[in-house]
């Protein structure tokens, strides 16, 4: 049964011209062929950084596999043979999103298996564990470890993050993204003192946050919690990183099928103490979910620092967009994002691009990234006060990606960032506005692979993907000052090709 699971998917891989591709990604993760979502089970083992990912070979076939990619650099990706697979009743029906953790004997797998009742079309929602001592061989445990979910719940129990308790030596916990029988979602906290018999702690509560959180939403996905050092205060603190569905916040942003959130507190058992009830979007683009952190390998869980980055990756796409051209072109759909290194600053979560692999360097021109179809850029951004004679006239700055008219224009104000895809292959969406305060729109890094763009505002304080699919030959990055005077310094720029 196994070996033909895994044989399904090789042949499909065999048989793919994705990598052929003029739109698939060059150090993005892209799958080898069909669909790519959520990215799962990240971890760095010795140099090597391992990226696994829900990977579906026969798209539409709803086989849902873990694809597997490996990197010292994370730029130049090799793909390696699934690394679990839909073989078993516990995941007949997708071998679905989960996290990794480093152990004594090597690094276990932590997933949700799901079964479908072909008779009822019932689900079962079961928390599984893969075991591997080489990160080449996966054993797969059965039954599964967690085999349901606690009276009071449905079947929508899944995305495991397991992690060892810093505060009890010995101890692991699990966190799990869980829909109440009432239709509201929560997170789950779960314990073990051994990593196979576990206990329910019973659900996160927020003490502090004024009732936000208790009926937010009809389900929470993928959540993440990370300890980071805030930079100005010192003070140790838990982000949580989650994506509540069915949230319509009336407040700006917000603006995708399904959004995805951070708030920031403490975790004091299952207390998230000292969040307001104060919630920000992660990631303003139109494509961007389920975001995982990369697992520790320590044993000391505790914040994170610039010797060892908290590094965050997340899928950048959508629910209801696989509809791109890719799949016509090159059959296969959706990538993972960039790394970003997470740091919080008084209290706001910074992403800054982490790829050490494609290091940025001092340039004076914006033009030598000229032909380039896959490439990173960054400056500072003086908007410079209008003339007496222009008082009244708007100052801004277009960059545009690939070239007028078949491309992607990013217009950036001192107060706003507006991007225009509608000339693209892929406009879904058009035009998406986000307004800035002065200090983001002080310094801009765009990062472009092909078919996806990154943006970067105020050194990470604001982030932006999206799929960029250009028409024809169009390449590089042109900066156009349309309205009052705009002057770039600290010019930077990598290219690929």
Known sequence: MTEDFLAFALNAERRSHACEDADYPQFHVAPPVGRLNDPNGLIKVGDTYHAFFQYTPEHPKKLVYWGHATSKNL??????KPAILPDTHQDANG????????????????????????????????????????????????????????????????????????????????LLGVQRENETGAALLYRSSNLRTWECEGEMTFPDANGT??????????????????????????????????????????????????????????????????????????????PQVYARTDTAWGAWSDEKPALLVGWAGNASEDDQ?????????????????????????????????????FDS???????????????????????????????SITFVIGSTGAGVNVTLSPSSLAVDRSDSRYPHGDMRTVTLTDEESEHIEIIHDRSLTEIFLGDGRKAFTFRSF????????????????????????????
């Not at 990631?283 to 979910?289: H, K, L, N, V």
Request: proline share 7%; aromatic share 12%; with cysteine.
């Open 75 to 80: 730029v130049n990706w090799e793909y390696l």
């Open 213 to 290: 959180f208790d009926a937010f939403g009809y389900m929470w996905e993928c959540p993440n919690l990370v300890r980071l050092s805030d930079e100005v205060s010192g003070e140790v603190r838990d982000v949580l990183i989650f994506c509540p569905q069915g949230i319509a916040p009336d407040v700006e942003g917000y603006e995708n099928i399904f959004p995805c959130i951070y708030i920031v507190g403490k975790l004091v058992g299952t207390e998230f103490t000292e969040c307001d009830g104060s919630f920000t979007e992660l990631d303003r683009g139109f494509e961007f979910y389920a």
């Open 470 to 497: 250009l028409n024809g030959e169009a390449a590089g990055l042109e900066a156009r000052c349309e309205s009052g005077s705009v002057t770039l310094t600290n010019i930077c720029r990598a290219r690929l090709d």
């Open 325 to 361: 051209p890719s799949i016509e072109t090159g059959g296969w759909v959706h990538c993972l994002t960039s790394p970003r290194q997470l740091v919080l600053v008084d209290g706001v979560l910074v992403q800054r691009p982490y790829l050490p692999g494609l290091p940025l360097s």
């Open 95 to 174: 071998a679905y999103s989960g996290t990794a953790i480093a152990t004594e004997e090597g690094v276990e797998l932590w997933y949700t298996g799901n079964y479908k009742d072909p008779q009822t079309g019932e689900r079962e929602a079961t928390q599984c564990v893969v075991i591997t001592s080489d990160m080449k061989s996966f054993t797969k445990l059965v039954p599964p470890i967690i085999g349901h979910q606690p009276n009071g719940y449905t079947a929508h129990f899944r995305d495991p993050q397991v992690w060892a308790d810093p505060e009890v030596p010995g101890s692991y916990r699990m």
């Open 365 to 395: 021109e914006v033009e030598t990234l000229a032909g380039s179809r896959s490439w990173r850029f960054s400056a500072d951004v003086e908007f410079n006060a209008p003339s007496a004679t222009s008082s009244d006239e708007a100052t």
